[in-house]
């Protein structure tokens, strides 16, 4: 089993930056894929950013240029940098771990970011 815990989620302006962090327990040396989805209210959860392999990231097409994925060393906490966010991010943001390509997904329990002036 995986666990992974969100932080750093909150309310920022438009334009601003938010930070947020997944950290994994239990099994983590297994993980071989991590990272964002989103879900805003009544739509369906999206990809965000993620590993995809030990160098590979993928990033949705509505945030290149301006969120930047990454972890560290241990491979065990994944990061997402969010710069000049917009009010259209406004999300609850989930962290996921997968122990292969095609194997099933870990959720954390969900961080809320509002991006509102």
């Known amino acids: 089993q995986v666990q992974l815990v969100e932080s750093g989620g909150g309310l920022v302006q438009p334009g601003g930056s938010l930070r947020l962090s997944c950290a994994a327990s239990g099994s983590a040396f297994s993980i071989k894929v991590m990272g964002w989805y989103r879900q805003a209210p009544g739509k369906q959860r999206e990809l965000v950013a993620a590993?995809?392999?030990?160098?590979?990231?993928n990033y949705a097409d509505f945030v290149k240029g301006r969120f930047t994925i990454s972890r560290d060393n241990a491979n065990t906490t994944v990061y997402l940098q969010m710069n000049a966010l917009k009010p259209e991010d406004t999300a609850v943001y989930y962290c996921?771990?997968?122990?292969?390509?095609?194997?099933?997904?870990?959720w954390g329990q969900g961080t809320q970011v509002t991006v509102s002036s």
């Open positions: 996921y771990a997968r122990r292969s390509a095609s194997g099933p997904r870990y």
């Open positions: 590993f995809t392999s030990e160098s590979n990231t």
